[in-house]
């Protein structure tokens, strides 16, 4: 199996593993008796891989409905006493973070690891929030590692700390860490407890305000307790001589510690691994002597505001240079080019950037695209189609949400007009019914339906807003990597589990007006959205069909490959296909012609249908 | 000894990731320190991938621009794109097979004459061309055009692994019953390349 190599027992052995490979291993190393998550990338890999070998490590996993359900399963786990650990992407933590904030306050018995995958510029987010605030609103340690070893390593010291400390760790990486794939040496596997029990002490795992009020007293005396251990912590290490002092963390370490050394730059650098609380007693005697320091961090100034406030709190005369002072940008992920430019700016050193300029040539972008057979294509060619026959298609407000189908915000489609998060389609929606006399159709796909739109169709419901609902079921959490959610049969652990039925939830909640269409079948689908427009209240249209690329994989195992081409006999040059289907296997030729390209097309025909060829051009390709 | 950088650039599907993981593993089987950046973005079909490796001494896992000491690119416009990572002592690797983007097939932009694009990088770089898929296609499989590529990086002087410790890497990464297609398709990239040099 792909990710057996994270079970391999023999230590010392060196495996090339991506940072979320390592924080498995590290984990299994740890005596992880229980997982939880909701995927999101960049910390999708975790998941795939627990979901993988979780059972025969004898771990349990699951893939919860949400952030804020799997936060709750992880701290009930801790607090039976068994090793436990939650992670998902940084905006993750939003929905997860009203319980991770009462965490802090009950504490834990087994250790707690709570991973937060950050997205420094943004490569697969709405935001680049710097989730380490959240270490400080909630009084939580934090720790940071910088490569996939480091990340194995560490995750082990966190849940010994959380242990130590009965607090939760919030373990901060970002995407060029959880992506980064380096050499990992191997420790020894230890197997966790397979069930722990749960002793009832109510003052302790309650909070109502007279519990609460003594654990934030408890908690602010941990987090003086965690101070010293950070301060103490090996994790927290000084590298390199020089009358300049460098501190730095993450991922910024990296670029740090490969220019200094290349560049041969007289520093002394401070490489904090445990960041939360500031380890003040550490950087106090890593200031001595030193007349100029840098805080190299990536996004906010959390570090340089820390050693600002240390500074003039101790009185400590020294020059602190960082993004405050305007020399470090504080946006985007940083790279060896913002280092040297930043160290340039700062220390008024010279270092050389950048590579050799190439002549000018204009090259056409390749963004992200609706794969060929998609079934969201076919949805939002069919809902297109009906909204321009009724001469609405302009008006309607189109709210959507996180998922493949978001790229509808890209021509001809052009169903995108307004996100905020998970399950914003059909919050928002209910807004905009209300606030204008527009018509709105919200769009969600399955496994985010079940995340956050549930309680938001109630809503709809409840306030009667006049709105078309639309889940994009295609039978997966396609864009994280295709794991599997509530409304599945199989579960984490590859076991067989429920499968809830959408339709049944949205009558169960009381809408009346529900469709289930396949989006292949063009003409049934615009029959539907007809409906679904003309009906007065809400309206739910579920449109099913199991994601192309899972269909794809289960022909070429079977060695179906049924391709489409388009006969020129009967093409009028229309251009309806290539203009509004716009399936990416289609091509013009120098002369106007319209082809498929054979290794893109991948046989759904759903172009064949009248609906989409008027002309009947488009036909399966006949085996010689 | 400074670290020796390699830029894989390509289109979702080419089989980029699964190029480099080969030279990963053979790195790590000879005992040598590698450090690799992924980007796994949004439903990557279609798109541009970028994979930046640096085996030696090196922590960050992404090439300092003007150190890429290759650029092995799977496809003409995206070698082009990652031409700011290349610098004096640059070797480009390209397979000269576009893959027309679907910005160009619906006629809202234009894709370049290959060889406009491998003038402008041979203006800078020391330039290699081959078409991969066409060695694909005489080794037996398509599919197999990423390890083509990973036989003609092989063949550059001064690319730190030998031939056999590649070809045993080919072999723990590839399934088993491809394994046989793929050392025919490592073979033929590995030989178009020396025979250019």
Same mark, same amino acid.
């Given at each position: 199996?792909?990710?057996?190599?994270?079970?391999?027992? *023999?230590?010392?052995?060196?495996?090339?593993?991506?940072?979320?490979?390592?924080?498995?291993?590290?984990?299994?190393?740890?005596?992880?008796?229980?997982?939880?998550?909701?995927?999101?990338?960049?910390?999708?890999?975790?998941?795939?891989?627990?979901?993988?070998?979780?059972?025969?490590?004898?771990?349990?996993?699951?893939?919860?409905?949400?952030?804020?359900?799997?936060?709750?399963?992880?701290?009930?786990?801790?607090?039976?006493?068994?090793?436990?650990?939650?992670?998902?992407?940084?905006?993750?933590?939003?929905?997860?973070?009203?319980?991770?904030?009462?965490?802090?306050?009950?504490?834990?018995?087994?250790?707690?690891?709570?991973? !937060?995958?950050?997205?420094?510029?943004?490569?697969?987010?709405?935001?680049?929030?710097?989730?380490?605030?959240?270490?400080?609103?909630?009084? $939580?340690?934090?720790?940071?590692?910088?490569?996939?070893?480091?990340?194995?390593?560490?995750?082990?010291?966190?849940?010994?700390?959380?242990?130590?400390?009965?607090?939760?760790?919030?373990?901060? $990486?970002?995407?060029?860490?959880?992506? $980064? %794939?380096?050499?990992?040496?191997?420790?020894?596997?230890?197997?966790?407890?397979?069930?722990?029990?749960?002793?009832?002490?109510?003052?302790?795992?309650?909070?109502?305000?007279?519990?609460? %009020?003594?654990?934030?007293?408890?908690?602010?005396?941990?987090?003086?307790?965690?101070?010293?251990?950070?301060?103490?912590?090996?994790?927290?290490?000084?590298?390199?001589?020089?009358?300049?002092?460098?501190? *730095?963390?993450?991922?910024?370490?990296?670029?740090?510690?490969?220019?200094?050394?290349?560049?041969?730059?007289?520093?002394?650098?401070?490489?904090?691994?445990?960041?939360?609380?500031?380890?003040?007693?550490?950087?106090?005697?890593?200031?001595?002597?030193?007349? *100029?320091?840098?805080? #190299?961090?990536?996004?906010?100034?959390?570090?340089?505001?820390?050693?600002?406030?240390?500074?003039?709190?101790?009185?400590?005369?020294?020059?602190?240079?960082?993004?405050?002072?305007?020399?470090?940008?504080?946006?985007?992920?940083?790279?060896?080019? #913002?280092?040297?430019?930043?160290?340039?700016?700062?220390?008024?050193?010279?270092?050389?950037?950048?590579?050799?300029?190439?002549?000018?040539?204009?090259?056409?972008?390749?963004?992200?695209?609706?794969?060929?057979?998609?079934?969201?294509?076919? !949805?939002?060619?069919?809902?297109?189609?009906?909204?321009?026959?009724?001469?609405?298609?302009?008006?309607?407000?189109? *709210?959507?949400?996180?998922?493949?189908?978001?790229?509808?915000?890209?021509?001809?489609?052009?169903?995108?007009?307004?996100?905020?998060?998970?399950?914003?389609?059909?919050?928002?929606?209910?807004?905009?019914?209300?606030?204008?006399?527009?018509?709105?159709?919200?769009?969600?796909?399955?496994?985010?339906?079940?995340?956050?739109?549930?309680?938001?169709?109630?809503?709809?419901?409840?306030?009667?807003?006049?709105?078309?609902?639309?889940?994009?079921?295609?039978?997966?959490?396609?864009?994280?990597?295709?794991?599997?959610?509530?409304?599945?049969?199989?579960?984490?652990?590859?076991?067989?589990?429920?499968?809830?039925?959408?339709?049944?939830?949205?009558?169960?909640?009381?809408?009346?007006?529900?469709?289930?269409?396949?989006?292949?079948?063009?003409?049934? !689908?615009?029959?539907?959205?007809?409906?679904?427009?003309?009906?007065?209240?809400?309206?739910?249209?579920?449109? %099913?069909?199991?994601?192309?690329?899972?269909?794809?994989?289960?022909?070429?195992?079977?060695?179906?490959?049924?391709?489409?081409?388009?006969?020129?006999?009967?093409? !009028?040059?229309?251009?309806?296909? #290539?203009?509004?289907?716009?399936?990416?296997?289609?091509? %013009?030729?120098?002369?106007?012609?319209?082809?498929?390209?054979?290794?893109?097309?991948?046989?759904?025909?759903?172009?064949?249908?009248?609906?989409?060829?008027?002309?009947?051009?488009?036909?399966?390709?006949?085996?010689? | 000894?400074?670290?020796?950088?390699?830029?894989?650039?390509?289109?979702?599907?080419?089989?980029?990731?699964?190029?480099?993981?080969?030279?990963?593993?053979?790195?790590?089987?000879?005992?040598?320190?590698?450090?690799?950046?992924?980007?796994?973005?949004?439903?990557?079909?279609?798109?541009?991938?970028? +994979?930046?490796?640096?085996?030696?001494? +090196?922590?960050?896992?992404?090439?300092?621009?003007?150190?890429?000491?290759?650029?092995?690119?799977?496809?003409?416009?995206?070698?082009?794109?990652?031409?700011?990572? &290349?610098?004096?002592?640059?070797?480009?690797?390209?397979?000269?097979?576009?893959?027309?983007?679907?910005?160009?097939?619906?006629?809202?932009?234009?894709?370049?004459?290959?060889?406009?694009?491998?003038?402008?990088?041979?203006?800078?770089?020391?330039?290699?061309?081959?078409? +991969?898929?066409?060695?694909?296609?005489?080794?037996?499989?398509?599919?197999?055009?990423?390890?083509?590529?990973?036989?003609?990086?092989?063949?550059?002087?001064?690319?730190?692994?030998?031939?056999?410790?590649?070809?045993?890497?080919?072999?723990?990464?590839?399934?088993?019953?491809?394994?046989?297609?793929?050392?025919?398709?490592?073979?033929? &990239?590995?030989?178009?390349?020396?025979?250019?040099?």
């Amino acid at each position: 199996m792909k990710y057996d190599m994270v079970l391999d027992p *023999t230590p010392g052995r060196k495996a090339f593993l991506l940072g979320n490979e390592a924080v498995v291993r590290g984990a299994l190393e740890a005596g992880l008796s229980l997982a939880s998550t909701y995927p999101g990338t960049p910390s999708s890999e975790i998941g795939n891989v627990l979901h993988a070998v979780a059972k025969k490590a004898g771990v349990y996993f699951e893939f919860s409905t949400n952030e804020k359900v799997a936060m709750e399963v992880a701290a009930a786990g801790a607090a039976s006493g068994i090793r436990s650990m939650v992670f998902f992407k940084h905006v993750g933590l939003n929905v997860a973070a009203d319980a991770f904030m009462s965490t802090a306050y009950v504490g834990v018995r087994g250790g707690l690891v709570v991973i !937060t995958a950050d997205d420094p510029s943004m490569h697969s987010s709405q935001n680049e929030q710097d989730n380490r605030y959240y270490a400080q609103i909630a009084q $939580m340690p934090m720790m940071e590692p910088s490569s996939p070893q480091e990340a194995k390593d560490m995750i082990k010291e966190a849940f010994e700390i959380s242990e130590k400390l009965g607090l939760p760790v919030l373990f901060r $990486m970002t995407t060029r860490v959880n992506h $980064m %794939r380096g050499v990992v040496e191997y420790g020894e596997l230890v197997k966790g407890k397979p069930k722990g029990r749960f002793e009832k002490a109510p003052s302790r795992y309650v909070p109502v305000p007279s519990n609460a %009020r003594g654990m934030h007293i408890r908690l602010l005396k941990k987090m003086e307790e965690a101070e010293e251990m950070a301060s103490t912590s090996h994790l927290n290490r000084v590298e390199g001589e020089g009358d300049v002092g460098i501190i *730095t963390s993450g991922a910024a370490y990296n670029y740090v510690a490969d220019v200094v050394e290349e560049h041969g730059i007289r520093a002394r650098v401070l490489k904090l691994g445990f960041t939360h609380p500031f380890p003040r007693a550490r950087v106090r005697e890593f200031l001595k002597g030193l007349k *100029t320091v840098v805080v #190299v961090e990536e996004l906010e100034p959390y570090m340089e505001k820390e050693l600002r406030a240390m500074a003039q709190v101790e009185g400590i005369d020294i020059r602190i240079h960082g993004k405050m002072d305007g020399h470090f940008p504080r946006h985007y992920e940083y790279t060896p080019e #913002v280092v040297k430019r930043g160290l340039n700016s700062a220390l008024g050193l010279n270092l050389p950037v950048g590579g050799v300029k190439v002549r000018e040539i204009t090259v056409p972008s390749r963004p992200p695209v609706l794969c060929p057979g998609c079934p969201h294509r076919a !949805t939002y060619y069919a809902i297109g189609a009906v909204l321009r026959a009724k001469k609405i298609r302009d008006e309607t407000i189109f *709210t959507t949400d996180i998922g493949c189908y978001t790229l509808g915000i890209q021509k001809p489609y052009e169903m995108a007009d307004y996100l905020l998060c998970m399950g914003s389609s059909a919050g928002a929606a209910c807004g905009f019914a209300k606030a204008t006399d527009q018509p709105v159709m919200g769009f969600a796909g399955d496994s985010t339906f079940f995340h956050a739109c549930i309680p938001a169709l109630i809503n709809a419901v409840h306030n009667r807003a006049n709105m078309i609902f639309v889940v994009l079921d295609n039978r997966t959490t396609a864009m994280t990597g295709h794991q599997p959610h509530p409304g599945l049969p199989i579960d984490g652990l590859g076991d067989e589990a429920p499968a809830l039925d959408i339709e049944k939830v949205v009558r169960g909640i009381g809408i009346e007006h529900v469709e289930v269409v396949d989006p292949y079948d063009i003409k049934e !689908t615009k029959a539907a959205f007809r409906r679904a427009v003309e009906h007065n209240g809400i309206s739910v249209v579920i449109t %099913r069909r199991e994601c192309a690329l899972i269909m794809d994989a289960r022909n070429r195992k079977a060695g179906i490959f049924r391709k489409y081409d388009v006969n020129q006999d009967m093409c !009028t040059r229309c251009y309806n296909c #290539v203009e509004n289907f716009a399936c990416p296997a289609f091509y %013009r030729d120098e002369e106007g012609g319209v082809h498929i390209n054979p290794y893109l097309c991948d046989g759904c025909g759903v172009c064949s249908q009248r609906d989409v060829c008027p002309f009947g051009a488009i036909e399966e390709v006949k085996k010689e | 000894m400074r670290p020796y950088g390699i830029v894989y650039a390509g289109v979702g599907g080419q089989g980029v990731l699964t190029a480099s993981s080969i030279v990963g593993e053979a790195a790590i089987r000879r005992g040598l320190n590698v450090v690799m950046s992924e980007i796994h973005g949004m439903a990557q079909r279609g798109g541009s991938v970028v +994979a930046e490796m640096r085996i030696g001494n +090196a922590r960050s896992s992404i090439v300092p621009e003007g150190e890429a000491d290759v650029i092995l690119g799977f496809e003409p416009v995206e070698a082009y794109r990652v031409a700011h990572k &290349g610098g004096e002592n640059t070797t480009v690797i390209m397979s000269t097979d576009p893959i027309i983007p679907f910005t160009v097939s619906v006629g809202k932009e234009t894709y370049p004459p290959v060889e406009e694009l491998v003038g402008a990088l041979q203006e800078k770089f020391r330039v290699v061309t081959l078409s +991969a898929v066409g060695l694909a296609r005489k080794a037996g499989n398509l599919l197999t055009a990423n390890v083509v590529m990973v036989g003609a990086l092989t063949a550059l002087p001064g690319f730190p692994l030998d031939r056999e410790e590649m070809m045993e890497a080919v072999k723990v990464r590839v399934p088993p019953r491809f394994v046989e297609v793929n050392l025919k398709a490592f073979e033929l &990239g590995y030989e178009e390349v020396s025979r250019c040099l």
